[in-house]
């Protein structure tokens, strides 16, 4: 299998050659991706470039455009399965989560659709000597940098928004797993966009992100993927006063109360730290438990660990108490030296903590016990099934602890008091607060970090300010004497 980039309406070859995909359960290469380099950013970037400038997207009806935009979506949910397929292979999930980030993949396109026709101005009262009013317009070419973790969902999360406002995007997908994002230019082109309205291509960071972030006519970029990156690309961004939208890691915490109920605590820590294989920015890293109920929320936590079956997603297509393989080689042994380093530090290793045997890159889902501030598994992330469970000695000090970290991307608490629940959530320091339900929430509601975690909000009506800038149209009227002048 062979998958073109998507560049100006036509496929093409990559610039840089090919890049060979391997599939996570085997280790196998099995497709290859067109490998863009800095010249096939150029010519993505004027065909954006051209295609605002022609209008065609920008002055279309919001209408239409959200039509269009919803029509993405229509289509990936037609071919789901197929999709799924292609996304289980490449990255290495169960089946059915590559099944339901295919269906959150259509959801961005149909809440976006639907948005585009309710971006309305305002009317500035200035007296009757002038008549003011706002029109928001957007960008021009809007540049997007989408991680391995949700290949889909992360290009949809911004893809829609921008083309809902009437932007011309470039997307710079992952290296790492490619393939299905072909069906969204495939689905592109199907739902009649103009030439260059989208161009999707894959390339090396360092090589084709990079061209990209540095481009003198990107108008706009997203950024989504590792602190170390982020700050590069805002870098780039800042040398032509480029506005950059920045959604990068985490290190998140649940507070427990210790009137929490357990099974649902017990539920959220499977979606929290095992949903694809803890390969999540929003990841449940960090457990801070009240000591009264220390030690029955470790031992209910690593029962459900240990009860994981681990293994090709391919073999897993319905919902369940299951786990795939991690994306690389490369990340799987950088989760066992976190792991290594975290019981040299002091953590009790309570399950897992290693690889598992065998071809592919199975890891272990792991729980960590008595980790205390200052380690590093801790306060770095780990992008990996990687829990570790810390002990609290009352409110305050759990909310210090949760604190305690340069990120602040979402954090949790679970209690069946809202009071407490309340004064939790107003004192954590995080872009989106849980409560009693890890991942709570949905394509409707804003996400976006505190401190590292990076700035702006995707998701909800906030994300569509990212790719729109307001413009002021002030009419000064005819002073009065001149209008009896014209009586
Ligand atoms: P990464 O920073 O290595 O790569 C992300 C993207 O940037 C990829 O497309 C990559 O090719 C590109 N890239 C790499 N170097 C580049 C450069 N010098 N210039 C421009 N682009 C470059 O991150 P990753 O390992 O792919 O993803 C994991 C990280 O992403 C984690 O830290 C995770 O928390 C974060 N993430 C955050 C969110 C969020 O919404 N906050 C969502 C998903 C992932």
Redesign the pocket.
């Known amino acids: 299998m062979y998958r073109q980039n998507f560049v100006g309406g036509k496929w093409i070859d990559g610039g840089a050659g090919r890049i060979a995909v391997d599939d996570p359960a085997s280790g196998a290469v099995f497709a290859e991706q067109a490998c863009a380099d800095a010249g096939d950013i150029d010519k993505a970037v004027a065909a954006a470039r051209d295609c605002h400038r022609s209008g065609a997207l920008s002055s279309m009806r919001p209408c239409e455009r959200g039509r269009m935009v919803r029509g993405i979506g229509e289509r990936l949910l037609q071919r789901r399965d197929e999709i799924a397929l292609c996304l289980t292979r490449e990255s290495g999930k169960p089946l059915w989560e590559a099944s339901l980030e295919v269906e959150g993949t259509a959801r961005y396109f149909e809440y976006y659709g639907n948005q585009a026709e309710t971006l309305e101005g305002r009317s500035v009262p200035l007296g009757s000597d002038c008549y003011d009013f706002t029109v928001y317009e957007p960008y021009g070419v809007s540049a997007q940098?989408?991680?391995?973790?949700?290949p889909l969902e992360?290009t949809a999360r911004s893809l829609a928004p921008a083309l809902a406002t009437g932007n011309a995007c470039v997307v710079?997908?992952?290296?790492?797993d490619p393939l299905s994002n072909g069906f969204v230019a495939e689905a592109v082109e199907a739902a009649g966009f103009p030439e260059g309205a989208v161009n999707l291509l894959c390339g090396?960071?360092?090589d084709a992100?990079?061209a990209?972030?540095a481009h003198a006519e990107i108008a706009q970029i997203v950024?989504?993927?590792?602190?170390?990156?982020?700050i590069?690309?805002a870098t780039?961004a800042a040398r032509h006063v480029v506005p950059c939208l920045l959604?990068?890691?985490?290190k998140s915490a649940a507070v427990v109360h210790r009137d929490a109920d357990l099974q649902r605590l017990v539920d959220s820590v499977r979606w929290g730290i095992f949903f694809n294989a803890g390969q999540?920015?929003?990841a449940l890293a960090r457990l801070i438990v009240h000591r009264d109920i220390y030690e029955e929320v470790v031992e209910a936590v690593v029962g459900m660990a240990e009860g994981l079956s681990v293994g090709a997603g391919i073999e897993r297509p319905t919902f369940g108490a299951n786990m795939g393989a991690m994306i690389s080689a490369r990340q799987r042994e950088r989760a066992r030296l976190v792991c290594q380093e975290a019981v040299a530090e002091g953590a009790v290793l309570a399950t897992g903590g290693d690889c598992l045997q065998g071809e592919g890159y199975f890891f272990a889902p792991t729980v960590f016990k008595d980790v205390t501030t200052e380690m590093k598994i801790a306060q770095e992330?780990v992008?990996a099934p990687v829990l570790a469970v810390m002990r609290a000695e009352d409110e305050e000090q759990a909310l210090a602890m949760a604190n305690d970290s340069p990120y602040g991307?979402v954090a949790g608490v679970f209690t069946e008091n809202l009071e407490i629940a309340m004064r939790l959530a107003q004192g954590l320091r995080a872009g989106q607060v849980f409560v009693n339900e890890w991942y709570a929430g949905g394509v409707e509601t804003p996400?976006?970090?505190y401190g590292r975690?990076?700035y702006g909000r995707?998701k909800g009506r906030e994300a569509l300010w990212n790719y729109v800038q307001t413009k002021n149209i002030a009419i000064a009227m005819k002073q009065q004497q001149n209008r009896e002048a014209v009586r």
């Open positions: 940098i989408v991680p391995w973790n949700y992360m710079k997908t992952p290296e790492l090396i960071g360092k992100g990079a990209l972030a950024f989504t993927g590792s602190v170390a990156t982020g590069s690309v780039s959604e990068l890691g985490g999540v920015c929003s992330e992008f991307l996400f976006g970090g975690s990076g995707e």
